[in-house]
């Protein structure tokens, strides 16, 4: 049986020696505060297998890019929060090919390495190969260079796999059944084969 947020609360009340009424100051619950604050701390820390989906930015353009903020469900109209980027894909001929995802810093600095400029980004598809698409994060504004309308049209569907922020638990009316289900995945769930890491630091793409 899986067990409820009212559940957890009375277990920790119980070993605090505290009846959970005693937590309500102001209207504020600050038990279940400190349970939501203790499963996004445990978020900032692992990446959970089961937190990764499947999401897409609608409408990328091609040069001036999108934003992340904008990520759905893949297709779906449900916004997803976005906690980190682990892979990205574009469709070119009709075909769904996964492409690097980088930071700005590590995208100038391959453009210097290779004695480039930005004016030359702008190339033709023949030139793909010695130069593969790659997905630039600066913030929430993602771009996809080179900038190729002639591969890509004016503006494409940036497909991702991301790892989403699980939403906080809420207290529900009495007599609901909502489950606690999330809180034992996150007590035992790690990634099952390590993406990047299973223990991170920040949230900002991979140099």
Known sequence: ????????????????????SSFLINGQDLLHLAINS?????????????????????????????????AVLKGTSTPVSTKMIKAAFLTVSNEQLPIEVIS???HLAKIARLGQNAAMMEIASTTAVQYPFVLIQMGDLLYVAPASPSQLGTTFTLYLDVIKWLPDYRIMPSGSTTSMEQTSLLMRMRLARPLASNRVSSSRPTR
């Open 1 to 20: 049986m899986n067990k409820t947020i009212g559940d957890l609360r009375y277990s920790v009340a119980a070993f605090l020696n505290r009846d959970p």
């Open 38 to 70: 203790a499963k996004q701390y445990c978020q900032r820390k692992l990446n959970f297998e089961l937190a990764r989906v499947q999401a897409q930015v609608n409408n990328m353009s091609v040069t001036a890019g999108g934003y992340l903020s904008n």
């Open 104 to 106: 700005r810093d590590a």
